[in-house]
């Protein structure tokens, strides 16, 4: 048996995974005990029941839908997350990245608009691959969310409802009773409303390599934004701060949020679960892309020496595409200077919108050539008519309608896939600093097409390449590095 994790449908795998107890598998699967009717871990401590009283289940959405409740004891619903179902970011990965993005709110038809598929063709699609449809998906992400916060904040229950997106307070308690059988003040247990900010933690999937993200992130900060101080990365909204800490100690891996709302504002705890998922690419098929990319000869001694590393994805989809055009052909300092002049333009933390950027003069705004000025209006205006660049958005479409603009290039698109959406196979064409990495490794030079030639066998896990050349080109360079940057 593998560490890529059993499906639902392979009885004797999960069984075996269970009777072991083995917590690799926990978020791939839950198990459904028929004669007791709740659903658990394979890796819960309780006695392993009999293979004629289990059934399987593709995520706690399906168990539930089934009728089951989830164990008080081995809490499912707070297991790392399953991993994403398809490198090739496939419509059911999509759509369940969307829907922890939050776009679940909007409701179904919006999200399969989103996705290019019809509302019946999404439930067939989720069906089949997580063994519920989309509205069952978005129902637990919400109890999930309000299961996290009844534990671990003492926010008043109605507010705990609202902040998990829930339109009404019976409604939240429906859909709460259906999945543990109690009450959300049953959960409580009578503690008190209590301050506004939000903390919770959010298991992760090991093994987990959060320092090169924090690295990255402090070197690609979007000033008034986005930055990293004291171990955790900091964002800012006009409703909230979110502070996102990776923390791995005593064989666990976590990332502890927090949410501090500004006055007037609830704390979107969903949106700040969707923003450490997307920053620290808490998704990743993490054992199937580390044994794939450990069994390469050239990439196998820096697998073996950050086992576990991520895709850093960028905290906005809009600031980070802007952040990567400007980071065209030059440092990563230089950069963050453009980023803060555009910045001071702005009225809301970060840069202007897409709707103000596309008429502004940047040239003498910020100092930038009239390439360079015209590239990002273009993509200003693209986004501003509709360009998705949100996590989840179909990286072959977003890649072709960047290419379509004028001063974007094939590694500029390819970059904004790989750390906005977040792409597992985007490889940044003819990337210098890859290149630099790849001949340490070797030592011979070597050409940008022959760079890229190279990457074909690492397909269809290139993105996690990338980041492993390029931390090894950063440790080993650290005062010339400028991380991934457009050759000329």
Not at 76 to 86: G, I, K, N
Not at 185 to 192: E, I, K, L, S
Not at 411 to 423: M, Q
Not at 453 to 466: F, M, N, V
Request: proline share 8%.
């Amino acid at each position: 048996m593998t560490t890529t994790g059993p499906t639902a449908t392979d009885f004797d795998s999960c069984y075996a995974a269970v009777a072991s107890r083995d917590r690799r598998f926990d978020g791939r699967f839950v198990t459904g005990v028929l004669t007791t009717g709740i659903f658990c871990r394979p890796s819960c401590p309780a006695r392993t029941p009999k293979p004629e009283n289990v059934r399987f289940f593709a995520s706690t959405a399906a168990a539930q839908d089934a009728g089951l409740r989830a164990c008080r004891r081995c809490r499912p619903e707070l297991a790392p997350d399953r991993p994403e179902v398809d490198p090739q970011a496939d419509v059911a990965a999509r759509a369940l990245r969307m829907i922890e993005d939050g776009a679940g709110d909007e409701g179904v038809s919006a999200l399969a608009a989103r996705l290019h598929v019809s509302p019946r063709q999404l439930q067939r699609i989720t069906t089949a691959t997580y063994g519920a449809g989309p509205a069952a998906l978005i129902t637990m992400r919400r109890v999930r969310l309000a299961r996290m916060l009844l534990d671990q904040t003492d926010l008043p229950v109605t507010r705990v409802a609202f902040a998990a997106g829930f339109g009404s307070v019976r409604q939240f308690n429906d859909a709460f009773r259906r999945t543990f059988h109690a009450s959300p003040t049953d959960v409580r247990r009578g503690r008190p409303a209590g301050p506004a900010a939000v903390r919770v933690t959010l298991a992760v999937r090991q093994p987990f390599a959060p320092e090169p993200v924090l690295d990255w992130m402090a070197l690609h900060d979007i000033p008034g934004r986005t930055g990293v101080a004291d171990g955790a990365v900091h964002h800012t909204t006009d409703e909230q701060v979110v502070s996102l800490r990776p923390v791995v100690a005593g064989g666990t891996a976590e990332v502890a949020v927090k949410v501090a709302a500004v006055e007037g504002h609830d704390p979107d705890l969903g949106r700040a679960v969707a923003l450490a998922r997307q920053v620290f690419d808490l998704d990743a098929d993490i054992d199937a892309i580390d044994r794939a990319l450990g069994s390469d000869d050239l990439l196998a001694p820096l697998v073996a020496r950050r086992p576990g590393l991520r895709i850093p994805g960028a905290a906005d989809p809009w600031d980070g595409p802007v952040r990567t055009v400007l980071g065209q052909q030059v440092s990563a300092a230089a950069a963050t200077t453009m980023m803060g002049r555009l910045a001071a333009l702005s009225d809301r933390p970060g840069i202007p919108s897409p709707a103000v950027v596309r008429d502004l003069p940047l040239e003498p705004a910020i100092g930038l050539t009239r390439q360079r000025a015209g590239a990002v209006r273009a993509l200003a205006a693209a986004v501003d008519d509709g360009l998705d660049l949100a996590p989840g958005a179909d990286p072959d479409v977003v890649r072709e309608a960047l290419l379509a603009l004028p001063g974007i290039g094939p590694w500029t698109a390819s970059s904004i896939c790989l750390l906005t959406l977040r792409n597992p196979d985007a490889w940044p064409d003819g990337d210098l600093a890859l290149r630099r990495a790849v001949e340490d490794l070797t030592g011979a030079l070597v050409t940008a097409r022959e760079l890229d030639r190279l990457a074909e066998r690492w397909r269809p896990w290139r993105g996690y390449a990338a980041m492993h050349l390029w931390t090894h080109y950063l440790d080993d360079t650290p005062t010339r590095t400028n991380g991934l940057e457009e050759t000329p």
